[in-house]
């Protein structure tokens, strides 16, 4: 059980990093759609053109689904070893990620829970929990933590910082790097101290990984990487059947590089699961500061 504790912990540690960098600039920028960050000069018509078709095929890639869930095996490598877990991913669009753990398939041992206005992290162990606004968790609201990016993510799409979705007015926004030598194109986007990095396919468009880093001048670089695999149709599109997250923070103790897989195991797109998680009586409820001052001791 000690293991199955410090591998949830490790485990919300990542994600709620990588989270806080993928969305640390949001809170800062306005997207109006109208700013073309190309590099192309605007006599360059057919580069541009060039351009919006391909990040049209890379949008275009997004799976109808509006639910999505699977088993997963859920495994942390915090440098040294690795841990693993089976457990649950939840999804629904616009509204609520999940991720549960249950060792053997027996018993949830822990569960994280972003939605659009809130977070949840539950301790099924020792029956406590935090249920927090993002804007009552420090880290999350210094940097901006923005729902929809973090749903990107998880979804295999593209995403502007500070906006719930891409339309074809704002694809403009985004540099596209073609190289005929190499399998993929680059798809990049720079805002403030945020850097993002897409991967995608020459041919099909489709994503196959994406880079974010981000300089603070007072809590050093983070960079997070999430790589997509082993594509499945998912109706008329593709969706990774093998996600994961890997992180390196100066904000972590020792700066140490930890990673996160997730593997799942088939795909059910219905949606008759309860949404939003309730929280029993029996458990007790702790500050976010902390469950964070244990995470940061991990």
């Known amino acids: 059980m000690w293991k199955t504790s410090k591998?949830?912990?490790?485990?919300?540690?990542?994600?709620?990093?990588?989270?806080?960098?993928?969305?640390?600039?949001?809170?800062?920028?306005?997207?109006?759609?109208?700013?073309?960050?190309t590099g192309v000069s605007r006599g360059a018509a057919s580069s541009e053109t060039?351009?919006?078709?391909?990040?049209?095929?890379?949008?275009?890639?997004?799976?109808?689904?509006?639910?999505?869930?699977?088993?997963?095996?859920f495994t942390i490598n915090t440098g040294?070893?690795?841990?693993?877990?089976?457990?649950?991913?939840?999804?629904?669009?616009?509204?609520?990620?999940?991720?549960?753990?249950?060792?053997?398939?027996?018993?949830?041992?822990?569960?994280l829970e972003f939605a659009k206005d809130y977070v949840i992290l539950m301790d099924r162990i020792n029956k406590e929990y935090v249920k927090a606004s993002y804007a009552d968790?420090?880290?999350?609201?210094?940097?901006?933590?923005?729902?929809?990016?973090?749903?990107?993510?998880?979804?295999?799409?593209l995403f502007i910082p500070g906006t719930q979705e891409i339309t074809d007015?704002?694809?403009?926004n985004f540099s596209v790097t073609f190289n005929d030598a190499v399998a993929n194109t680059i798809v990049s986007l720079k805002r403030g101290s945020m850097s993002y990095r897409w991967s995608a396919d020459k041919t099909s468009g489709q994503l196959r990984s994406?880079?974010?880093t981000y300089s603070g001048k007072t809590s050093g670089t983070t960079t997070v990487t999430c790589n997509y695999g082993s594509?499945?149709?998912?109706?008329?599109?593709?969706?990774?059947?093998?996600i994961t997250l890997i992180m390196k923070s100066d904000a972590v103790k020792g700066g140490k590089r930890?990673?996160?897989?997730?593997?799942?195991?088939?795909?059910?797109?219905?949606?008759?699961?309860?949404?939003?998680?309730?929280?029993?009586?029996?458990?007790?409820?702790?500050?976010?500061?902390?469950v964070m001052n244990r995470l940061m001791k991990l």
Not at 139 to 154: I, P, T
Request: charged share 25%; proline share 2%; with cysteine.
């Open 50 to 73: 060039q351009k919006i078709d391909f990040m049209r095929k890379v949008y275009d890639n997004e799976v109808y689904a509006k639910s999505i869930s699977s088993k997963i095996k």
């Open 7 to 37: 591998l949830f912990l490790c485990g919300m540690m990542l994600v709620a990093v990588s989270c806080a960098v993928v969305s640390c600039g949001t809170k800062k920028v306005a997207v109006d759609g109208t700013t073309s960050a």
């Open 137 to 157: 968790v420090d880290f999350l609201r210094d940097n901006g933590l923005d729902f929809y990016a973090l749903q990107a993510l998880f979804w295999n799409q």
């Open 169 to 172: 007015s704002s694809l403009k």
């Open 258 to 290: 930890m990673s996160l897989n997730m593997s799942l195991d088939g795909i059910d797109t219905s949606g008759d699961w309860e949404t939003y998680t309730s929280v029993s009586g029996k458990y007790k409820h702790v500050s976010v500061q902390d």
């Open 210 to 212: 994406v880079d974010v």
């Open 80 to 111: 040294s070893k690795d841990l693993s877990v089976s457990g649950s991913l939840k999804m629904k669009k616009d509204e609520v990620i999940r991720i549960q753990l249950t060792p053997f398939g027996l018993m949830e041992v822990g569960r």
């Open 231 to 242: 594509f499945k149709p998912l109706g008329r599109k593709q969706f990774p059947m093998d």
